[in-house]
């Protein structure tokens, strides 16, 4: 017994396949149990089982047939959004902590340097989206000192980090995203934006947050700014400011009309930019929109798992 919490991953594409190898490279508190898919030939799965780690391509059923099956305390799914709704309901029934990296949000949505242990304990965690995982913590930064009465994120990924998954949940995507700005990050009004770039060489992921908030302390919000990425960076070192944070002044004389909203708005205009580089562990550098997907997955299993321990030694 090695004292790690065995978990499983569902989707042996490119989330599924680099959310292994980070587990396997980087934790120290979790296990790989089983990899699952439902193409024999997939990459992943082929990947997995040099590695050896327990593979299935039978899906669900063929993960819960699987002899270490009782003793996978966690499971992530990356798959999609139509899938998940069945396997929460399946691993629910086997009393599973559900981790979930598509958009289907069944559970409440969780981004670790703003919420990360408020939910510790539930059956089921939705990492919202790329996006999401990426831009929110800045809104959120920006609210705790400012309140953001209107956010907006542009997510721009490569064309080829966008995976069959990503294509089939686009509206899911936006949805997703931008109820997670306003629940999460704390904004009156959310609205998400995503851009698959198909430039070649491919570029890197690229995120403009645009908030329109009360007037404040210009230093305090760009040091809250600062520090919230300081937080992300401490598991997803690609992830930073591509310039300094930009302020406008929107007066009465020209008040701002947004359509999503009732009114006119005159405050603050934050803009914020970022760039995320991933880590390379499977996927390369420029898809960082799926590194820190997986980075943040990564982080709050560890935490549920220490919370289980904690739970079980009391």
């Not at 009782?70 to 599973?96: E, M, N, P, Y």
């Not at 999401?132 to 400012?146: D, E, L, S």
């Not at 997803?236 to 944070?245: D, I, S, T, W």
Request: hydrophobic share 45%; aromatic share 4%.
């Amino acid at each position: 017994m090695t004292g790690k919490t065995k978990v499983a991953i569902i989707g042996s594409g490119n989330i599924g396949t680099d959310l292994m190898i980070k587990i396997m490279r980087l934790s120290d508190t979790l296990e790989m149990g089983a990899f699952v898919g439902i193409d024999p030939e997939s990459e992943g799965l082929k990947r997995a089982e040099r590695m050896g780690v327990p593979v299935t391509a039978g899906g669900i059923e063929g993960l819960i047939a699987l002899p270490g099956f009782d003793d996978i305390g966690i499971v992530f799914d990356a798959t999609s959004a139509g899938a998940h709704a069945r396997h929460d309901a399946v691993l629910k029934a086997h009393g599973k902590t559900v981790i979930d990296l598509t958009p289907a949000a069944i559970g409440p949505y969780v981004i670790p340097p703003v919420n990360g242990d408020a939910h510790l304990g539930a059956a089921n965690v939705n990492m919202v989206t790329c996006g999401g995982q990426a831009t929110i913590p800045i809104v959120a930064a920006i609210n705790r000192v400012a309140k953001v009465h209107y956010g907006e994120i542009v997510a721009s990924i490569a064309s080829k980090s966008a995976g069959p998954g990503t294509r089939a949940n686009i509206d899911e995507f936006t949805e997703t995203t931008s109820k997670a700005i306003e629940v999460i990050g704390g904004a009156t009004r959310g609205k998400a934006i995503i851009v698959l770039n198909p430039a070649e060489p491919p570029l890197i992921m690229r995120d403009t947050v645009f908030c329109l908030t009360e007037d404040g302390n210009r230093d305090a919000i760009t040091a809250s700014v600062e520090a919230m990425v300081a937080e992300v960076q401490s598991y997803a070192p690609g992830y930073r400011l591509k310039q300094a944070v930009q302020f406008e002044h929107i007066g009465s004389n020209a008040p701002l009309h947004i359509p999503e909203m009732d009114g006119n708005f005159t405050g603050l205009k934050v803009s914020v930019f970022l760039e995320v580089e991933g880590a390379a562990h499977y996927l390369p550098a420029y898809a960082g929109n799926l590194d820190i997907m997986t980075s943040a997955a990564l982080r709050t299993a560890e935490k549920i798992a220490a919370r289980k321990k904690e739970r079980i030694a009391a």
